[in-house]
């Protein structure tokens, strides 16, 4: 029972550099989203989707980008990276009301 | 759109005694609200959670209590033990009744 994975773990980018943070769930979950967790904000909302192909934004989108081309995976790009967007960013994916979290991606901008 | 508030934001008991977290809530249209608990190092995990039809759930050690005229609802955690300890996260619906938005997390330490 995989459920959900996140990859990279851990990582170090540099400013202005692009990185994807790849998400993909087994459970055939319609939902699919992406938080972030920083000291002092708790988990904050970048974009959701509700099925392939449909993605909406959340409460902090600017600087991300995602696309959901398949129902099981849901990438997110940092198409220029910056130091604030150093957090752990966490996947997550819903059948219902209960939403499932994967264990997170470290993410460095130096 | 739903704005969730969670006090306290650090929280020590000692082993056995009662522990109390608490939440308001914006939207008086939300009627799901999850609570979950996160270990050091992993992501979060949902420990319990009430809909608006009822006012109070329990799960053995754990309860949430939910009074939507006031529109909060609280966690309550007896015996406390130290495998307790970690951050606990209340939600309410967001958008379109959705993605869940978060409060801001109490990080609950149990002292044996």
């Known amino acids: 029972d995989a459920g959900i994975t996140q990859s990279p773990r851990y990582k170090i980018t540099e400013t202005g550099r692009q990185v994807t943070l790849m998400c993909h769930q087994t459970w055939s979950h319609s939902y699919m989203f992406w938080y972030r967790q920083d000291l002092g904000h708790g988990l904050r909302l970048i974009y959701y989707?509700?099925?392939?192909?449909?993605?909406d934004k959340g409460e902090v989108p600017d600087g991300y980008v995602v696309s959901r081309s398949k129902t099981e995976n849901f990438p997110l790009t940092l198409e220029s990276a910056t130091r604030s967007q150093t957090s752990v960013y966490f996947c997550?994916?819903?059948?219902?009301?209960?939403?499932?979290f994967g264990e997170g991606s470290w993410l460095t901008v130096v | 759109g739903e704005n969730v508030e969670q006090h306290p934001s650090t929280l020590s008991v000692q082993e056995g005694d009662s522990a109390v977290i608490k939440c308001t809530y914006s939207d008086s249209a939300s009627n799901y609200f999850p609570w979950y608990k996160q270990e050091l190092g992993k992501g979060p995990q949902l420990i319990i959670d009430i809909r608006s039809n009822v006012g109070e759930k329990k799960d053995q050690r754990i309860a949430v209590t939910l009074n939507k005229t006031a529109k909060h609802f609280s966690l309550h955690i007896t015996e406390t033990q130290p495998e307790d300890s970690a951050v606990y996260f209340c939600?309410?619906?967001?958008?379109?009744?959705?993605?869940?938005?978060f409060g801001k997390g109490t990080t609950l330490s149990v002292s044996s």
């Open positions: 939600a309410g619906e967001g958008q379109a009744g959705t993605a869940l938005i």
């Open positions: 989707s509700a099925a392939a192909d449909i993605t």
């Open positions: 997550a994916s819903s059948g219902g009301n209960t939403i499932y």
